[in-house]
């Protein structure tokens, strides 16, 4: 067997568990290897002028290269009765290691955004941009527009390295940036190096070499996608027990030493199907900060080497972790980077939510924290977002951050900059969105529909109403403005992260939800499911009972996931494996 390359795959060159024929293994995994790393047949299907869409094997590939396919959800119905073909379209999601941009780079993204993409950015879970509702003949235009940016899509979906994150925090301005270069160092070490996305979006020239095209990943890449985060307590913002790899930053003062290092986080389930769970990962170790890049690949090859490339459902890092165990983890990965982590180091989070407003870094420079509903940026009837933050970096002479909680922070502005950032605010009325209440302040969704393939039901634009009924709820129970971390998704999949929420719900079909209740306040402990498959009118009627409960019952100080654990409303989740029983 050979690929389009005419090179052998019948016996890839890593591990056991790829050694064998590639053809017992994931039909996903014959596909990569077999894809001339990466390149498959996309760049001539993107000039086939007869369909708005790629062949199936190519929207798996365009992956790799930070696209997804898609088509509205909202008009599928309808064209389907007119025997039209599905409104294709494609999202298109950047690679901004820990989601620093600077206003340069944000006026081009928001330009490609008002020509193409429907006049709307999405800032997502993960500090990055995506651009919804691209169709097929803008989108090489649109990607080279990203390149123009000094930007790129690499590995910002497939089965490879995601967009890297790196806590936020306002505050400790060196620290800040020291923990931030080194995820942008990570981030540019382990994505792929096939020339397959220069080739196909820049139009750039094939080169041909001896050398491995990718000597890091191989021709199947890794058995699915993987995530790293860089954390700077006490702020967990990241959720950094979420990621497949955590980095928890260990410093004096804004001094950094090293870092905790945590492996097998991840959200992604299967409903219905209790092999797949959620689980939070563990603290195994320290490593001084001149070892993150050798760390980094190491953990990243052990995966690549180990990974179930059988079962794709079982195929993230934390099925095996928990198959293969801790132990035999630590003593792979002393003997790959040639040196044994040290003991833990002690660390401390307070919350995993922003600061919104103003806040004055240790260098004396100011920064301003937007509240952006679910990470919408477009300009809404009341409140002209796209347009005045376009304003902003049109005179702010700092940068722009995007916070792993889908909001912004107006980075880096001077003393004498800082009125003329409030005017702009105030003309467009951005400042209007502190005024909402602590549990919208405290909430994220994914998009969902309509241009989600995988959503069972609404996220994005359902979750802002279903909270003005919760706070009538809070309200009426003398609880008004009280903070409860509330996430939705419109499937199983977690992108928001709802699995370490106080309250949560992932979508089932239209209108219904399986709900959560009891994650921890700093994003340390899982929660469990309360009630499945429900719809609004049942949602509330259980919020009604508990939250009275909650008002009556609470200690000081108490918040909401700890109250539900205490009161017995559901039983704390000891481990991923304990999620579904």
């Known amino acids: 067997m050979t690929d389009q390359s005419g090179d052998d795959i019948t016996t890839p060159d890593r591990s056991a568990d790829i050694s064998q024929p590639i053809e017992t293994l994931d039909p996903n995994e014959r596909l990569k290897a077999g ?12 000039t086939e002028p007869v369909t708005g869409s790629v062949v199936d094997d190519d929207t798996k590939l365009m992956k790799f290269h930070g696209v997804y396919q898609q088509d509205d959800r909202d008009l599928r119905d309808e064209r389907r009765k007119q025997k039209l073909e599905p409104a294709y379209q494609f999202m298109i999601r950047v690679r901004l290691a820990g989601g620093v941009c600077t206003p340069d780079q944000w006026l081009k993204l928001a330009g490609l955004a008002q020509k193409y993409g429907g006049s709307s950015l999405r800032m997502t879970t993960r500090q990055t941009f995506q651009f919804h509702g691209i169709v097929k003949s803008n989108l090489k235009t649109t990607m080279q527009g ?23 925090n306002p505050h400790l301005s060196a620290l800040h940036r020291e923990v931030y270069e080194l995820a942008a160092l990570t981030s540019d070490h382990v994505i792929p190096r096939t020339r397959a996305y220069h080739e196909i979006w820049l139009d750039g020239e094939k080169r041909i070499s001896s050398e491995p095209e990718e000597p890091l990943y191989g021709k199947t890449y890794l058995p699915r996608k993987f995530k790293y985060g860089f954390a700077i307590p006490p702020v967990n913002d990241i959720d950094v027990f979420t990621q497949d790899v955590g980095l928890i930053a260990i410093a004096s003062g804004e001094t950094l030493h090293g870092f905790n290092v945590t492996v097998g986080g ?34 990243l090859t052990i995966q690549r080497d180990y990974g179930n490339r059988k079962d794709r459902a079982r195929a993230r890092f934390k099925y095996t972790i ?33 600061e919104y407003g103003w806040a004055r870094g240790s260098d004396g420079l100011w920064h ?34 995007l916070t792993p909680n889908q909001n912004l922070v107006i980075a880096k502005v001077a003393e004498a900059d800082r009125a003329h950032i409030e005017e702009v605010l105030a003309a467009h009325h951005l400042g209007d969105t502190m005024e909402r209440s602590a549990l919208h ?113 609470k200690l000081e100080d108490e918040r909401f996931g700890d109250f539900v654990l205490r009161a017995g409303i559901v039983r704390e989740v000891t481990s991923g494996k304990d999620f579904n029983s």
């Not at 769970?277 to 953990?299: H, N, S, W």
């Not at 009837?381 to 722009?400: D, S």
């Open 368 to 401: 301003y924290t937007l509240f952006i509903e679910n990470g919408r940026v477009r300009d809404f009837t009341q409140r002209q977002l796209m347009t005045g933050l376009c304003e902003i970096a049109r005179i702010h002479k700092g940068e722009f951050r």
């Open 146 to 168: 990203i390149n123009d940016a000094l930007l790129d899509t690499i590995a910002a979906c497939g089965d490879d390295t995601r967009g890297i994150m790196s806590s936020v």
């Open 266 to 299: 991840g959200m992604g389930r299967t409903d219905r199907a209790p092999a797949t769970y959620p689980r939070l990962g563990d603290v195994i170790g320290y490593i001084p900060k001149e070892r993150v890049i050798e760390f980094a690949e190491a953990v």
């Open 322 to 354: 928990d198959d293969k165990g801790l132990d035999w983890f630590k003593a792979e990965l002393d003997r790959r980077q040639g040196f044994a982590l040290e003991e833990a180091r002690p660390f401390s989070f307070e919350t995993n939510g922003d």
């Open 35 to 46: 894809s001339n790393y990466l390149r498959g047949t996309i760049a001539s299907g993107l």
């Open 441 to 553: 302040l405290n909430s994220m969704a994914c998009v969902s529909f309509p241009t989600c393939g995988l959503a069972m039901a609404e996220s994005e634009r359902y979750l802002p109403s279903l909270l003005d009924k919760i706070d009538g709820i809070l309200e009426n129970h003398g609880l008004s403005d009280f903070p409860i971390t509330t996430r939705m998704t419109g499937c199983p999949n977690g992108c928001a992260r709802p699995y370490v929420a106080e309250l949560a719900f992932t979508g089932r079909a239209p209108g219904k939800y399986n709900m959560y209740l009891g994650g921890g306040v700093y994003g340390q402990r899982l929660n469990r499911l309360y009630l499945e498959n429900i719809g609004e009118e049942r949602i509330l009627s259980e919020l009604e009972t508990i939250i009275g409960r909650f008002a009556r019952e």
